[in-house]
């Protein structure tokens, strides 16, 4: 029988995918058609016997396991370890959980209505320990009986100084069952609405190990090709699965959670790769094929100091992306000052001289002015055309802006969100740069991507210091480049931590500071909880700074949120201009911001900001050539995470260690907001304590990669159809 025959070509052709990973799975697992269309793991949770509809809902709205699979991959986030029986004479204080075997001497119901408990006396050879109920006395009194040995496993509590166990795991001890008894037994992540309809951590264990005496090896197959399964000789995937829910000893366990670790962290590798080595080899982009005479005379006659390494090895990696015919998307991460702004100029003359325009998309207004005015300075005598564009600019301002822009006699735009906007369009933009990139969203840098018929090149920069690990995770698909050099002439920045009660000494070290013509900010924290609050604090903060620095002899700018927009960027212009000596706020002061002649920063309540706010607070002082300092002024009483934070502050100005150790301090979920959340979403591994398996992934997938781009050899396409089935996860819009 032809299966054309009784098939629409239509439903071929929409379902061609599903077909090549069908046929993958048969030709590569030699399964029948049957056996690898119907795969059990995909059958809905209801259907798993003791859930049914009620408790499959249940577990969908709840934990998100709506089929075999997710609940397979929902696994136990410790175990407790029954396989020790304890000695009722060796609890103490310091004793959280027991397991012992012993004789139940007395059951007596205690107290009355609210007070009222059951409380049985168990004995071994060294001692005797209470067993406490407060709910369903009635039915455990029926239960229990004196005289017999029991099993019992709970957590240990004192009461009046006598160790007790309330409302213990209990069940009568058989020796010659010894198997069922001693096991590491699996505690699993529930909800309160869960456990009211009874499936609390143990009953979502019962069903998981139901659902293993159900699931062959068939249907956990290798997915992991043999290069790399025999060099790093884990265990199989279908004994991972068995031994991370009931292992048999500590050791299985490790081994098996060391496998799906690596599985998990090795397949987030391999799509990164895929997506960037597509990028590299099918990409089009248009070509900077020439270093011509714009950026030849800036570079040898504008440039105020010579470029660091670090500046020339980024501007080598640029040049080459951009005249490869593949567009680049690189990310350049800097530490504060260490000279981004100059690499972006360079490769906006590179993109000139070229004949493409470039745009810069700055995430403020204020920024926007100041790389502008930047650039106008620099570039003056140069025959460069640069315009400023953002929400402020007049509309017959806009309008010669646009016409400029059409006909090509704009070479470089600087503005903010306004350049997104649908009336603006380019004659042939052949580079887009975006500072500070987490103020931009994807679908803000996809419009950009629309404004050339050829999408332009892209350099994203960002001066916070990213993770290495980070980085490999979440931003695996782009190209990142890392400037970790200060230009010549910047002084690092001398931190110090001050309590409260010193205050008057910082505001007189202020006053000698600006007594020599600098200026300072003082900067108060964000209270999330409450606007008022913040304000009130801010307020109050103002009127003790303006008490040590009275007017006329100081004059001080004041930025908050309950400001307008123009009163901000007036008083922020003020304070660039020098015309005011302080500047307090309690907003962040504008990521880039630029006054050389500000070199204290005094941040009041540091113990409230995170590591990597601080270390941005910092880098707006020690921009100019005077010595700067950064004062953290704190209550004295401070938790050990605070005391560490402002620690590592006062040890190093280095913003890739701060960044790291920012990484260890809050983990990866806080940072991952820096990118698609998704790339992160590992149910076992952890970026900060797995870096050993996140490198020992990394090098595998880029091995396997470099051999075989497509995943098309026999001994891949196993890996490639479990790519396929991961809907959603695998960006293939991306790869093909």
């Known amino acids: 029988m032809s299966f054309s025959r009784h098939c629409p070509a239509s439903f071929l052709t929409r379902n061609r995918g599903y077909f090549q990973v069908l046929i993958y799975v048969i030709f590569v697992s030699n ?91 168990l004995q071994d050879v060294t001692g005797y320990i209470e067993l406490v109920w407060f709910q369903g006395i009635g039915w455990i009194e029926k239960m229990l009986e004196t005289h017999t040995e029991y099993l019992v496993y709970g957590r240990v509590s004192y009461f009046q100084g006598t160790p007790q166990i309330t409302h213990p795991e209990i069940e009568k001890f058989n020796p010659s069952k010894p198997g069922d008894q001693y096991t590491l037994e699996p505690v699993y992540p529930s909800t309160e609405k869960l456990k009211a309809r009874g499936l609390g951590g143990r009953q979502i264990g019962k069903l998981t190990k139901q659902l293993l005496t159900i699931i062959t090896e068939d249907e956990i197959s290798e997915i992991l090709p043999a290069s790399v399964l025999q060099p790093t000789k884990f265990i199989s995937r279908f004994k991972a699965f068995q031994q991370i829910h009931f292992p048999t000893s500590m050791a299985s366990y490790d081994d098996a959670l060391n496998r799906l670790k690596f599985e998990e962290l090795f397949i987030a590798q391999l799509r990164m790769g895929m997506i960037k080595s597509q990028r590299h080899r ?35 990696e640029i040049r080459s992306d951009t005249g490869s ?6 990310l350049l991460q800097g530490d504060v000052g260490s000279g981004k702004t100059m690499v972006a100029l360079l490769t906006m003359l590179l993109a000139a001289d070229n004949g493409f325009q470039s745009c810069l998309l700055s995430p403020t207004e204020i920024l926007a002015k100041q790389h502008y005015e930047h650039f106008q300075e620099m570039l003056k005598d140069l025959p460069v055309k640069v315009k400023l564009l953002t929400g402020s600019s007049k509309t017959k301002e806009r309008k010669i802006i646009s016409e400029e822009l059409a006909s090509g006699q704009i070479d470089i735009l600087v503005g903010t969100h306004a350049i997104i906007e649908d009336a603006v369009q380019f004659n042939n933009l052949g580079l887009a740069i975006i500072d500070e990139q987490h103020r931009f969203g994807v679908a803000q840098r996809a419009k950009i991507w629309n404004k050339a018929t050829i999408p332009p ?132 002061i504008e990521v880039g911001v630029n006054v050389p002649n500000a070199t204290v920063m005094v941040i009041e309540s540091a113990e409230k900001f995170g590591l990597s706010q601080l270390h941005q607070l910092r880098g707006r002082v020690g921009r100019g050539k005077e010595k700067s300092f950064c004062i953290l002024l704190t209550s004295a009483r401070l938790s050990n995470e605070a005391r560490e934070r402002l620690k590592i502050m006062c040890a190093t100005t280095d913003g890739f260690k701060i960044a790291e150790k920012d990484l260890e301090i809050r983990g990866p979920g806080d940072i991952a907001g820096t990118r698609q959340s998704g790339m992160l979403d590992f149910k076992l591994a952890n970026i900060v304590q797995d870096k050993h398996w996140l490198d020992l992934a990394a090098s595998f997938a880029n091995r396997l990669l470099d051999s075989d781009p497509e995943l098309n050899s026999a001994e891949n396409l196993i890996l490639k159809s479990h790519l396929l089935r991961q809907h959603g996860k695998t960006l293939w819009s991306k790869i093909s």
Do not use: C
């Not at 015919?325 to 690189?330: A, E, L, S, V």
């Open 325 to 330: 015919g593949r567009q680049m998307n690189r």
């Open 31 to 121: 399964n029948s058609v049957i056996r690898a269309a119907t795969d059990i793991l995909s059958n809905p949770i209801e259907y798993l016997k003791g859930v049914g509809p009620q408790r499959g809902d249940l577990l969908k709205k709840e934990l998100n396991i709506f089929n075999f699979g997710d609940l397979l991959t929902h696994f136990p986030y410790r175990h407790v370890d029954k396989t020790r029986i304890n000695r009722i004479d060796e609890i103490n204080p310091n004793t959280e959980f027991v397991q012992l075997v012993g004789k139940l001497k007395s059951i007596e119901r205690i107290g009355d209505k609210r007070s009222r408990r059951l409380v049985a006396e």
């Open 457 to 588: 090149h892209v350099l994203v920069m960002t001066a916070t210091p990213i993770p290495r690990t980070l980085a490999m995770t979440a931003y695996g698909d782009l190209d990142y480049s890392v400037m970790d050099e200060l230009p010549p002439g910047r002084q690092p920045v001398l931190t110090q931590h001050r309590y409260e009660h010193v205050r008057p000494r910082v505001m007189d070290f202020i006053r000698d500071e600006i007594k020599k013509g600098r200026q300072a900010y003082i900067i108060f924290p964000l209270i999330e909880e409450s606007e008022k609050l913040d304000y009130e604090n801010l307020m109050k903060g103002y009127e003790n700074v303006k008490a040590y620095f009275p007017e006329p002899a100081f004059w001080i700018s004041m930025v908050h949120g309950r400001q307008t927009h123009e009163v901000r960027v007036t008083n922020m212009e003020r304070f660039v201009k020098n015309d005011t000596q302080i500047m307090v706020a309690t907003t962040v």
């Open 282 to 316: 099918y990409s089009k982009a248009v070509r900077f094929t020439q270093v011509g005479d714009l950026f030849n005379r800036f570079y040898s006659t504008r440039l105020p100091f010579e470029l660091t390494g670090a500046q020339k090895r980024v501007l080598k």
